[in-house]
């Protein structure tokens, strides 16, 4: 279960992360370069 509860977090906060991210503002390869480091993100 606690794999479970794991996972979510991580989601969680890489979505949180996501939704915070100024994308009207940022061009393509800084939105490619965030992107990134969102997913690298460790838990």
């Known amino acids: ?3 479970f509860y794991d996972a979510y977090m ?3 906060r890489r979505i949180a ?3 915070s ?3 009207e503002k940022l061009d ?3 939105l ?4 990134a480091g969102i997913g690298s993100i460790k838990a």
């Open 17 to 19: 992360i996501f939704l």
């Open 1 to 3: 279960m606690k794999a």
């Open 32 to 35: 490619r370069r965030e992107l």
């Open 21 to 23: 991210l100024p994308i």
């Open 28 to 30: 393509q390869i800084s």
């Open 10 to 12: 991580v989601l969680n």
